[in-house]
């Protein structure tokens, strides 16, 4: 029973984030980037506070100024604007397959960054997910706008950054450290703001997105960690690629946009080559264990 609700955990995790970013979509289109960053990295922090004074975990200790602490909230920085910027200023189902293929960039780093042994089937998965970005975001066609590249920076951002949380000390509560990174993003928010020429919005409906996307992200939030715990990561975390489908009913739904067969290739392809590594290192682990034995 406890892994079927894990599993729906887990679902229902990459459904609120998905509206995340469909909530991000529609409140850029009234207010800038700036003030929608700012609201949204200022919102998440409170309510990650909220939550840690909740659980009685320490925020303001001397391990926030610990160096790979420093570095991951500059990477969650570095994220938090490719991702932003990148989904306002492209489709849903574009962005929603661009940051699918995150797990194989966090496979590709382990091994260039961490010594981590990647054999040559998941290098190879890599390579064809890597392929599948590109069909997705098609750098010399027609339908090339630049602003792909700032979700591709995005979630290389954010695979750096959970390659950076393996290196952060054991002993760092997980909800202190994602506090710290949300509240980092608060700098680059005041700075987008400035840039923004955009004035500040105080649109009633505008406003109620934002509220929403702090609202569920914090909901996808809480979700994922309770399935981690519930459940096997093994077992629950092939279904994060259900975010994908979710995204591309979202923009259906909500904005009237239709993936494109190349993004819907494209796609296929991340996702595929994705679950191939994931599974290849379960069974891997599987035959480490019965050595180990």
Same mark, same amino acid.
């Given at each position: ?17 998905? @509206? ?12 800038? &980037?700036?003030?929608?960053? %700012?609201?949204?990295?200022? @919102? ?40 932003? #910027?990148?989904?306002?200023? *492209? ?7 661009? /940051?699918?293929?995150?797990?194989? #960039?966090?496979?590709? @780093? ?7 042994? =990647? ?17 997705? &975001? ?6 090339? $706008? @630049?602003?792909?590249?700032?979700? =591709?920076?995005?979630? /290389?951002? %954010? ?27 608060? &700098? ?17 409906? *505008? ?9 569920? $992200?914090?909901?996808? !939030?809480?979700?994922? /960690? *309770? ?13 994060? !690629? *259900?975010?994908?489908?979710?995204? /591309? ?11 494109? $067969?190349? $993004? ?11 679950? !191939?590594?994931?599974? +290849? ?7 480490? =264990?019965?050595?180990? +034995?």
């Amino acid at each position: 029973m406890d892994t079927l609700r894990a599993i729906f955990l887990m679902i229902l995790a990459m459904a609120l984030l998905a @509206g995340t970013d469909t909530f991000i979509k529609l409140s850029t289109q009234v207010a800038s &980037i700036g003030q929608t960053m %700012l609201l949204l990295s200022v @919102g998440g922090t409170l309510l990650f506070i909220l939550l840690a004074r909740l659980r009685r975990v320490a925020i303001f200790t001397a391990d926030a100024l610990h160096p790979m602490i420093f570095l991951r909230n500059a990477l969650e920085i570095v994220a938090a604007v490719g991702m932003i #910027v990148g989904v306002a200023n *492209t489709s849903l189902p574009v962005f929603a397959a661009i /940051t699918q293929a995150g797990p194989l #960039v966090v496979t590709m @780093g382990a091994a260039l960054f961490l010594g981590e042994e =990647v054999g040559w089937r998941r290098w190879l998965a890599v390579i064809v997910g890597l392929i599948g970005m590109l069909i997705v &975001i098609r750098p010399f066609g027609a339908s090339f $706008t @630049g602003w792909e590249l700032f979700a =591709v920076m995005g979630i /290389t951002a %954010l695979s750096a950054r959970d390659l950076v949380t393996r290196l952060s000390p054991l002993h760092v509560p997980a909800l202190a450290i994602s506090t710290w990174g949300f509240m980092a993003t608060i &700098i680059p928010g005041l700075i987008l703001l400035a840039m923004a020429e955009r004035p500040l919005t105080t649109d009633p409906a *505008t406003l109620w997105f934002i509220l929403g996307a702090v609202f569920v $992200t914090t909901a996808g !939030y809480l979700s994922i /960690t *309770t399935a981690m715990r519930m459940a096997p990561a093994s077992i629950v975390s092939p279904f994060r !690629y *259900t975010r994908l489908i979710f995204a /591309t009913l979202l923009s259906i739904v909500v904005f009237g946009v239709w993936p494109d $067969t190349w $993004t819907l290739v494209g796609g296929a392809l991340i996702l595929g080559a994705g679950l !191939y590594s994931f599974l +290849r290192e379960r069974r891997l682990a599987r035959v480490a =264990v019965s050595g180990d +034995r």
